[in-house]
């Protein structure tokens, strides 16, 4: 793994800047992969790699307000690989390239912002308020990139009173 960051705090600590790149080579990989419905089984798919880039904000623009994003950038691949497939009734060997592909379960992006809203309405007991949407890139399921997870968007939110280390929240997503 490779990775260079940095991070800095600006105009008296209400703004947080940070950025990473980073670079991570697998070698003799093993990974899970569906071979059947609901049956999977351990790869040996050799090397893989994935590149990417992080950034992530957060600033305290007002009293009580906190404003947060961030997003992410991956692109994977595999390396030289050939999956294997025997038919157990016919005996008969499928060999699909895998090299190239995009590494299963790994988004090309993610995106998240959010906003928190605190309010004293006693000497002792807050009110939150807190919104997010995320964002999450399209990925596949398996090696061989034919499940497709498309692009999708949760949004949470979260209400609820603080006391002292004690708090009450109701959220929903």
Excluded: C
């Amino acid at each position: 793994n490779f990775e260079a960051g940095y991070k800095t705090n600006l105009a008296q600590n209400k703004v947080s800047i940070s950025a990473a790149a980073f670079l991570i080579q697998w070698q003799k990989m093993q990974l899970y992969n569906l071979v059947a419905p609901f049956t999977y089984a351990r790869e040996n798919v050799g090397d893989a790699q994935s590149l990417g880039l992080e950034l992530e904000i957060s600033a305290l623009p007002a009293k009580g307000l906190q404003l947060d994003a961030s997003v992410g950038l991956d692109k994977t691949k595999y390396k030289d690989f050939t999956l294997t497939r025997v038919n157990f009734g016919t005996g008969a060997e499928t060999k699909t390239q895998i090299e190239g592909n995009s590494l299963s379960n790994t988004p090309g992006h993610t995106i998240y912002i959010g906003a928190q809203y605190e309010v004293s309405l006693t000497k002792k007991i807050k009110a939150v308020l807190r919104g997010e949407a995320r964002n999450t890139g399209r990925y596949y399921a398996d090696m061989q990139n034919s499940l497709k997870q498309p692009s999708y968007t949760l949004l949470n939110t979260r209400v609820g009173l603080v006391f002292g280390n004690y708090g009450l929240f109701f959220w929903g997503q």
